[in-house]
């Protein structure tokens, strides 16, 4: 028995191993503008949205062996989640630089990693609401072209722009509004916000926005403050995830002006906090694990030891982007939760 316990473990920890690294990036070979755009998107037809809460999909999915529920039914408010870059391989059909939202291949992994992982931690604050759209492919992020960069990003956060119109003028009817995004996700949400809640009236809707993995200064909106405590609301929250002690290249070194907000405990000081904090993360398979991992800011980014795990000592992951929100699955889910309470209340 402890032969299988130890065998089990070493093939999870192995999992998570891969799981969690950065891909790395297909390099594409032909610019922005050699590539084909694939056609625009109708989101009056049900299949471009990897979520609705009228229809079964994998935001409605629960970790396995999980104590929670799936509570879209009664949710007094929405969450419009948009997901990250799944498109990080060579393409099989002529669409390169944007994906296409006809694409089913694509279509499966997006739904089986990011909604299943990410959509469904919001399930319990309110109705997921979730686009396909022609995400930039990741060599978006690393190519020497900006112009490139730019024009890709471009194209996906018309999709983005264009669902959040057919979801306010068909679905939201007034109803609070939680933004939630990861990565890519994020650089749509964040543009998404500054257009459409910052200083707007839109604004008296937000409960908050999670927007995570990307590093996110204090002042990136005008009328949109950091979240300070765990029941604010009109605010946001943002982390980049590291192993504890490391600090990536790009990071300067000394104090910066980035939010980093602990996920356990929902403030921004450098407190650390421990795994008894945290209710349960998800592992790779979507698999419960209580007490995932702890969490401590510093210097603008999210510091957080190994999952605490059996043979966690085996693990050598620096860079936890890939975990951002399954590292702190139930923590997250809970705070949501709460805000929309509190912002009912008001």
Not at 176 to 188: D, E, F, L, M
Request: hydrophobic share 40%.
């Amino acid at each position: 028995m402890r032969n299988l316990k130890l065998i089990l473990a070493f093939l999870t920890l192995t999992s998570l191993s891969i799981a969690c690294k950065r891909p790395v990036p297909a390099r594409l070979s032909i610019r922005w503008n050699e590539s084909p755009k694939p056609k625009e998107v109708d989101y009056s037809n049900e299949e471009n949205w990897a979520s609705l809460p009228t229809r079964l999909d994998a935001a409605d999915k629960l970790p396995t062996k999980s104590p929670l529920k799936d509570e879209q039914n009664n949710a007094q408010a929405d969450v419009f989640y948009i997901h990250p870059t799944i498109l990080t391989y060579i393409p099989k059909n002529e669409y390169q630089w944007n994906a296409s939202v006809s694409d089913e291949y694509l279509n499966r992994l997006v739904d089986s990693t990011a909604i299943l992982n990410q959509a469904s931690i919001f399930n319990a604050a309110g109705k997921v609401y979730a686009p396909r759209y022609r995400q930039a492919h990741y060599f978006a992020f690393v190519t020497e072209f900006k112009e490139d960069k730019a024009a890709a990003l471009d194209l996906a956060y018309e999709d983005i722009k264009k669902s959040f119109d057919y979801y306010l003028a068909h679905y939201n009817s007034g109803r609070p509004i939680i933004i939630a995004a990861h990565s890519q996700g994020t650089v749509h949400a964040t543009r998404l916000m500054k257009e459409y809640f910052d200083g707007k009236a839109l604004q008296k809707q937000l409960v908050a926005a999670y927007i995570i993995g990307i590093a996110t200064p204090k002042n990136t909106f005008t009328s949109i403050p950091p979240c300070q405590t765990p029941r604010q609301t009109g605010c946001f929250i943002a982390w980049t995830t590291f192993l504890q002690g490391y600090l990536p290249p790009w990071h300067p070194g000394e104090p910066t002006d980035l939010v980093s907000t602990n996920p356990l405990t929902w403030t921004l000081d450098e407190n650390f906090a421990p795994k008894e904090l945290n209710p349960g993360g998800v592992s790779y398979g979507f698999k419960w694990v209580r007490h995932f991992a702890d969490a401590q800011n510093h210097q603008g980014i999210l510091w957080t030891n190994t999952p605490y795990v059996f043979g966690r000592s085996f693990v050598k992951i620096k860079n936890w982007h890939q975990a951002d929100l399954n590292l702190f699955y139930a923590p997250i889910r809970t705070n949501a939760k709460e805000r929309v309470t509190e912002f009912l209340g008001k």
